[in-house]
């Protein structure tokens, strides 16, 4: 079975800083996927970034990258230079084999 | 630019009643996902759909929830009889190139069981 664990419920950042969500996994499987979803107030969920377990490069898409550890089991992400467009919850979630498992989530505040 | 669209955004429903809540996917994508939220919780997996059969599905998807294609464009989630703890966010997502990229979700269909 497959678990993902966000530790933070909350994270306030100021604009322009830079803020760093956690997120720890747990599987059993040698092939799967990782993932950080954007839920805005609007509640559309929206793919922020993706990463292969077998690529051992950190994806990155513009101002969000993550920092992959399989040893750890560790996926966070990092947002820099936050916007004020930034504020919504983050969803860590993995895949593996048709199943998706997603985290509790963490809020992200962006103050000006 | 398209994207994936749900019907109604709001259904409100009485305890034991069937319920069907529609998505019209992104037209050439192939695999179709239908996830809950329940308020203040995390997204759940519910079913995932390729080539008109199930593909997936998690402990939640019991014998009560049944999901269709019944055309070429629709997506349907059926309840058979719903019970308050059904009451979610639901939300549809469809991808193009297998559940292990990126999924385009739609808006979400809040369900309210009274």
């Known amino acids: 079975a497959q678990t993902v664990t966000q530790s933070q419920p909350e994270m306030s950042v100021q604009e322009a800083e830079t803020v760093t969500l956690s997120c720890t996994y747990d599987?059993?499987?040698?092939?799967?996927?990782l993932f950080w979803y954007k839920q805005p107030p609007s509640r559309q969920m929206i793919l922020v970034i993706r990463?292969?377990?077998?690529?051992?490069q950190n994806a990155t898409e513009n101002r969000f990258s993550v920092n992959f550890q399989k040893a750890a089991k560790s996926f966070s992400l990092k947002i820099s230079d936050s916007q004020l467009g930034d504020a919504a919850m983050y969803f860590c979630?993995?895949?593996?084999?048709?199943?998706?498992?997603f985290g509790a989530g963490t809020q992200v505040v962006v103050t000006p | 630019e398209p994207e994936v669209t749900q019907t109604p955004s709001h259904q409100v429903t009485q305890m034991g009643q069937e319920v069907i809540l529609r998505c019209v996917p992104i037209s050439n994508h192939l695999y179709f996902y239908w996830y809950r939220q329940i308020l203040g919780q995390k997204v759940e997996f519910l079913v995932s759909f390729y080539n008109n059969e199930i593909s997936e599905k998690s402990e939640i998807f019991d014998d009560q929830f049944s999901v269709e294609r019944p055309d070429g464009s629709n997506f349907t989630l059926k309840i058979r009889s719903t019970k308050l703890e059904d009451s979610a966010m639901y939300f549809c997502?469809?991808?193009?190139?297998?559940?292990?990229?990126?999924?385009?979700f739609g808006p979400g269909t809040r369900l309210t069981v009274t």
């Open positions: 599987t059993s499987e040698s092939d799967y996927y």
């Open positions: 997502a469809s991808s193009n190139q297998g559940s292990s990229y990126e999924q385009y």
């Open positions: 990463q292969e377990a077998y690529k051992q």
């Open positions: 979630a993995s895949h593996s084999w048709g199943k998706f498992q």
